[in-house]
């Protein structure tokens, strides 16, 4: 049976927002620019409208100076567009776990709108959340109105991700490019090395997690000579499909959901969006499942692979914040390098540049004033850069320091023995 569809004007269907509400907007690949631009237009209207979301992408015009009396950003996951408007105090940052953002919404975060992007309806008359289910799957459970942005370019993705159009309060036909980003095409020479270094502790038959960036597409460039890996990942990028293709991530070994990669997002470029299009080889599921330590351990060889902003000489990461600026948020590091480390045979990974672009290092003796510490030294088993590879799991404080040392740039060991010897009498 075809169902019919009354779809409506953005205008109207942004009419249901009402002053003082809090408003899920959908994220990454399916932030929904057409409905946030068009949302702009009621800022004479509206007043202390609350907009809450992870990562967002591409152009977010609500984001910009002008618009803050009337939406307030509330960021669980501080992105490129939002980063100058928390900057300058006109939009907030709320730390969290992604495994605990659900949660959130079910109790501390009540949600009365949902914006999300979906896919065409099928036959039947479900759409699905496309490339992002993430947090989005309980927004749209939680939430008493559903405004739904339908763009045929959106993937058709298997999983949590089904929503019948009965749920929608108004449908808005917008047919636009999806936000795109290309990592593969930023990784250096550095990076290629530093992948080489974490495929050598990656064992066949391993389960991925992949964290966001160039570094991790660096270490699925170097996976070629692998067999039978697996993933369980919050989220990928294009670096996946050459090793789909060749049958070298094929999740045969896996314990739960064998034969399937599992995520919550993805985002990268149309070729991956064609790709994992009604692909039912990709299960796009529920953040609060994917993120679960407790699931994760159960997978044999969960080997997680993260990145880090900076890393003191104790061990603590600083992934979120370049000192007091907000760069990005917790996202799902720790649910990741808890869970590798519960896993059988796991390795927590923290790979890492020994410098910044501007040529800093990034091994330090103290983080920067302000930086948010992500992962506790606590959690800490490997430590990565270029130069090879820190084993800090079991190691006290001086050990630690000299070996993460000893894998900084060695211009700059010298200055970071001097400050190791002050502090803890290490030569």
């Known amino acids: ?49 609350e907009l809450i979301s992870i990562t967002l992408q591409g152009d977010v015009e609500i984001a910009k100076k002008g618009y803050e009396k009337s939406f307030h950003i509330n960021s669980l996951f501080v992105s490129e567009p939002v980063r100058e408007a928390v900057k300058e105090g006109r939009a907030d940052f709320i730390p969290a776990f992604l495994s605990d953002i659900p949660d959130m919404m079910r109790s501390v975060l009540p949600v009365d709108v949902a914006l999300v992007q979906v896919s065409p309806p099928d036959i039947h008359g479900y759409c699905t959340l496309g490339t992002s289910v993430d947090v989005a799957r309980t927004a749209v459970n939680c939430a008493p109105i559903i405004i739904a942005q339908v763009n045929p370019k959106m993937p058709r993705t298997h999983g949590d991700g089904m929503i019948h159009t009965d749920r929608f309060a108004a449908m808005v036909f917008h ?31 391993s389960t991925l997690q992949v964290g966001i960036g160039a570094i991790p597409d660096a270490v699925l460039k170097s996976l070629f000579s692998h067999q039978n890996l697996g993933m369980h990942t919050e989220m990928f990028s294009d670096g996946v499909i050459d090793l789909f293709e060749k049958d070298i991530i094929n999740n045969s070994k896996k314990k739960i959901h064998p034969n399937k990669l599992v995520t919550s997002f993805a985002l990268g470029t149309k070729k991956l969006y064609d790709y994992i299009d009604d692909n039912p080889a990709f299960a796009f599921l529920d953040i609060d499942y994917v993120n ?34 907000q760069y990005s948020g917790i996202g799902g590091q720790m649910d990741f390098m808890r869970g590798a480390a519960l896993s059988e045979g796991g390795k927590p990974i923290i790979a890492l540049n020994s410098r910044t672009q501007k040529g800093k290092s990034k091994i330090v003796p103290y983080l920067q004033q302000g930086a948010g510490v992500v992962t506790t030294r606590g959690h800490v088993h490997y430590v990565v ?43």
């Open 175 to 205: 047919d636009e490019a999806l936000p795109e980003v290309n990592y593969g095409a930023m990784i250096t020479p550095e990076e290629l090395k530093i992948g080489e270094h974490v495929a050598s502790l990656i064992d066949d038959g």
């Open 292 to 325: 679960d330590p407790h699931v994760i351990r159960r997978n044999p060889k969960v080997i997680a692979i993260n990145s880090a902003v900076e890393v003191d000489l104790t061990g603590q990461i600083c992934a979120d914040s370049i000192g007091m600026y």
């Open 1 to 49: 049976m075809i169902h019919p569809y009354n779809y409506t004007t953005a205008q109207a269907a942004l009419g249901l927002i009402k002053s003082g509400q809090r408003v899920f907007v959908h994220g990454s690949a399916c932030t929904p620019l057409f409905l946030l631009r068009e949302l702009t237009k009621h800022k004479n209207r509206l007043e202390g409208v």
């Open 385 to 427: 850069t270029e130069y090879g590879v820190a084993y800090l799991y079991g190691k006290n404080l001086r050990q630690r320091a000299k070996l993460l040392i000893d894998i900084a740039h060695p211009d700059d060991r010298e200055k970071l023995t001097k400050e190791s010897f002050e502090r803890f009498k290490v030569f």
